[in-house]
């Protein structure tokens, strides 16, 4: 009985050095040529969208060998490259990318040292605004505008606004017959102080030339970290 068992003991101590010596095999094929060496990835990636472009924003924190940045989107189909110069601390990398159709987009960023050896990637997923955008937005809708012969002034009373909204720019001809102009921002304290600032319900126009209309057209910003402003067209509205 002790001779079996040994010889069982053998032969399953044989199986496991086989199967260890086949692993051990299987991880030289991707150690070929020696360790596998990364770069120090990005960090704090963010994306800013704007018209038709965005700005891309990350940290260098570590690995001070990194000597360029790459940026793929569309399934890696496109790409851009930007030169670092490590200054030994926290390095800010900032890159434009323009002239993008209007769309949503992954980005994915990496970087490289003068060997050759990449980071692990980082991505983002971020807005290029067009013309797509811009035809949903409409001019803040007036309720009355009314002149006030006395005072010489006009009070436009508006109706609710957009909360991408960022102004209202007026253009009105004054007493003198030159084309004056006024924009319009949220100051009005909220009920709950840390609502953010709301438009007020009406704006005055002081030395306004009776007998004349004005135009105006409101500006937007998709997301407040946008880099443009997007603006409708001019609207023209009478006065009573």
């Known amino acids: 009985m002790k001779d079996i068992k040994g010889r069982w003991l053998m032969g399953v101590m044989l199986v496991l050095l086989a199967a260890c010596t086949k692993m051990d095999d299987s991880y030289k094929q991707f150690l070929d040529g020696g360790e596998i060496i990364y770069t120090g990835k990005v960090d704090s990636l963010k994306?800013?969208?704007?018209?038709?472009?965005?700005?891309?924003s990350w940290y260098l924190v570590s690995d001070p060998k990194i000597t360029?940045?790459?940026?793929?989107?569309?399934?890696?189909?496109?790409?851009?490259?930007?030169?670092?110069?490590?200054?030994?601390?926290?390095?800010?990398?900032?890159?434009?990318?323009?002239?993008?159709?209007?769309?949503?987009?992954?980005?994915?960023?990496?970087?490289?040292?003068?060997?050759g050896h990449s980071s692990v990637k980082e991505e983002v997923?971020?807005?290029?605004y067009g013309?797509?955008?811009?035809?949903?937005l409409s001019n803040r809708p007036v309720r009355s505008a009314k002149y006030d012969a006395v005072k010489k002034e006009t009070t436009i009373w508006w109706f609710g606004v957009n909360n991408q909204v960022q102004s209202v720019e007026i253009s009105y001809t004054n007493n003198a017959g030159a084309e004056t102009k006024m924009v319009q921002v949220a100051d009005s304290v909220p009920a709950n102080p840390r609502?953010?600032?709301?438009?007020?319900?009406?704006?005055?126009?002081?030395?306004?030339?009776?007998?004349?209309?004005l135009k105006y057209r409101t500006s937007y910003k998709p997301v407040k970290v946008a880099i443009d402003t997007f603006y409708t067209a001019y609207e023209t509205q009478a006065v009573q």
């Open 47 to 56: 994306v800013f969208p704007g018209k038709n472009r965005v700005l891309l």
């Open 125 to 128: 997923i971020g807005n290029a």
């Open 68 to 115: 360029k940045c790459r940026v793929y989107w569309n399934q890696r189909g496109d790409s851009a490259e930007v030169a670092v110069k490590r200054t030994g601390g926290t390095d800010t990398i900032r890159l434009f990318l323009d002239k993008l159709p209007e769309n949503i987009y992954t980005f994915q960023v990496y970087t490289y040292d003068n060997a």
């Open 195 to 213: 609502d953010p600032l709301e438009f007020r319900a009406s704006v005055k126009l002081p030395d306004y030339k009776a007998g004349t209309s």
């Open 131 to 136: 013309d797509a955008y811009i035809a949903t």
